[in-house]
């Protein structure tokens, strides 16, 4: 095909594209069916994998409980039993590669194949980057982005024979735009995000369309992770509201989940900002929480 009937191809798809998107705004997607399907969530002792957990356990799938907190990953799928669900929970630090390589083959026995996996499992160190301890660092990486790659190569073989499965990437908007005395949990969000859509173009690119992908990016939501959050133009979202938002996304198979959903339109507005514009909506948002700036916790 010529380089202009290209062009044109590229022309209707994209028109084609967003009447679909518009269309989708009155009528609803379908959802899909995960009753049944074994799904692996990391981070499961609290806030969003605890809640992530227990709306899978209502859609009856098995599951699969992950995290480093043996007291709230016990309290979890005790839940999800009452909820009706099988449910194995293991005691896992996601930070450990061998770790993760030796559980991954030990639920492949007693379990079976894992076919939707969420990874939430995360860990910040809010700081100025000075403040931050070198091992506090190397931590952030290994568990927010490192421990994604290990989990999808031990768990990807299955799902590539069969041409089925779905991995969520829990990310943040801090993997798209910075906060500062937030330097390592920011990198580590933008490497999340550039993980997600990197896998979902080989994944297209080798054919595997039956294995899905989406990403989560929530604003600060109240977990504990970072304490006394606050700002002008964002809300601090409830945990209940972003997990019912993962969900919806996960069941209609949608790529990048932004909660608010307005956080988008905001993301492309920035790209054509002047940076002195971009300040100035940095100091109206004014951003805060408790951090280590110089050596002294203090507010942001």
Not at 150 to 164: C, Y
Request: with cysteine; aromatic share 8%.
């Amino acid at each position: 095909m010529n380089i202009i009937a290209e062009l044109f191809l590229l022309l209707a798809i994209v028109i084609y594209s967003y009447l679909e998107a518009l269309v989708r705004l009155f009528i609803p997607v379908k959802r899909k069916s995960v009753s049944g399907e074994i799904v692996l969530i990391t981070g499961a002792g609290h806030g969003i994998g605890r809640l992530t957990a227990y709306e899978f356990a209502k859609h009856k799938s098995k599951l699969v409980l992950w995290d480093i907190n043996k007291h709230g990953i016990e309290e979890t799928a005790a839940e999800c039993r009452k909820l009706g669900a099988p449910t194995h929970a293991f005691v896992v630090d996601c930070s450990k590669k061998e770790e993760i390589y030796s559980m991954i083959d030990k639920i492949k026995k007693e379990v079976g194949d894992v076919t939707i996996v969420v990874n939430n499992a995360g860990t910040i160190y809010p700081a100025d980057l000075l403040s931050t301890k070198d091992e506090e660092i190397t931590k952030t990486f290994e568990v927010n982005i490192l421990g994604h790659f290990w989990i999808i190569k031990a768990l990807l073989p299955p799902m590539m024979k069969r041409n089925h499965g779905h991995i969520i990437t829990v990310a943040s908007i801090c993997g798209h735009g910075v906060i500062p005395y937030l330097i390592p949990y920011c990198s580590s969000k933008f490497a999340a995000v550039g993980f997600h859509r990197a896998l979902t173009s080989e994944l297209a690119a080798m054919g595997k369309n039956g294995i899905k992908t989406s990403c989560l990016c929530p604003v600060f939501v109240n977990t504990g992770f970072t304490k006394n959050p606050s700002t002008r133009l964002w809300p601090i979202l409830e945990t209940d509201d972003v997990v019912r938002k993962l969900m919806d996304g996960i069941l209609t198979d949608k790529k990048m989940i932004f909660v608010p959903s307005y956080l988008n339109f905001c993301l492309v507005l920035e790209k054509f900002l002047p940076e002195r514009a971009l300040a100035a909506i940095n100091r109206v948002q004014n951003i805060q929480f408790e951090a280590v700036v110089s050596y002294k916790h203090k507010k942001n």
